[in-house]
T-cell receptor, first 113, second 110 residues
Framework: DAGITQSPRHKVTETGTPVTLRCHQT?????MYWYRQDPGHGLRLIHY???????DKGEVSDGYSVSRSKTEDFLLTLESATSSQTSVYFC????????????FGDGTRLSIL | RKEVEQDPGPFNVPEGATVAFNCTYS??????FFWYRQDCRKEPKLLMSVYSSGNEDGRFTAQLNRASQYISLLIRDSKLSDSATYLCVVPANTGNQFYFGTGTSLTVIP
């Protein structure tokens, strides 16, 4: 299995609080992605990174920010969590972007009360 | 039109049956395609990559039809352990992103 670790695995928090999810890889892959998965919507891209300090928005980026200060770490921050951000969040990595498949972390289950 | 479309199913098939799923895509320039399986409450796992006309791995065969812009996944001799959701994934034009279908649910019945 690809060396991808997401933390925390589960989190329950309250509306309005900041939340940071971490994705750590040991594969030295250039591309890293954050997705959310909700019933009826499938996987939707939040943000992705194509190198250190290089990030871009995805389909559902509002309310989220990201940072990538090292190749191995990609952080997803919810500045002020809302109940609509309750979801399962997956991190994925890819060596060459769309030309090779992604590999996913185990996911983070986030509940915003 | 969505970038990637799949029949959500569910497909309920008996053990030993052959089942096929189709996935249509809108970007005619796409060069690579991927099938993932996802078990309930788990992460998607890569099942198969398709870079040319098709690919085969044991009981699983993926076929690409560029003219009609669809890829299919064929599962022969279905096992109970094949029960999962199967996701079709196509890279975006930019080459950096991926488009995911919403998945096709398969249940193999004893």
């Amino acid at each position: 299995d690809a060396g991808i670790t997401q933390s925390p695995r589960h989190k329950v928090t309250e509306t309005g609080t900041p939340v940071t999810l971490r994705c750590h890889q040991t594969e030295n892959h250039r591309y890293m992605y954050w997705y959310r998965q909700d019933p009826g919507h499938g996987l939707r891209l939040i943000h992705y990174s194509y190198g250190v300090k290089d990030t871009d928005k995805g389909e559902v980026s509002d309310g989220y920010s990201v940072s990538r200060s090292k190749t191995e770490d990609f952080l997803l921050t919810l500045e002020s969590a809302t109940s609509s951000q309750t979801s399962v969040y997956f991190c994925a990595i890819s060596e060459r972007g769309g030309r090779q498949p992604q590999h996913f972390g185990d996911g983070t289950r986030l509940s915003i009360l | 039109r969505k970038e990637v479309e799949q029949d959500p199913g569910p497909f309920n098939v008996p053990e030993g049956a052959t089942v096929a799923f189709n996935c249509t895509y809108s970007n005619s320039a796409s060069q690579s395609f991927f099938w993932y399986r996802q078990d309930c409450r788990k992460e998607p796992k890569l099942l198969m990559s398709v870079y040319s006309s098709g690919n085969e791995d044991g009981r699983f065969t993926a076929q690409l039809n560029r003219a009609s812009q669809y890829i299919s996944l064929l599962i022969r001799d279905s096992k109970l352990s094949d029960s999962a959701t199967y996701l079709c994934v196509v890279p975006a034009n930019t080459g950096n992103q991926f488009y995911f279908g919403t998945g096709t649910s398969l249940t193999v019945i004893p």
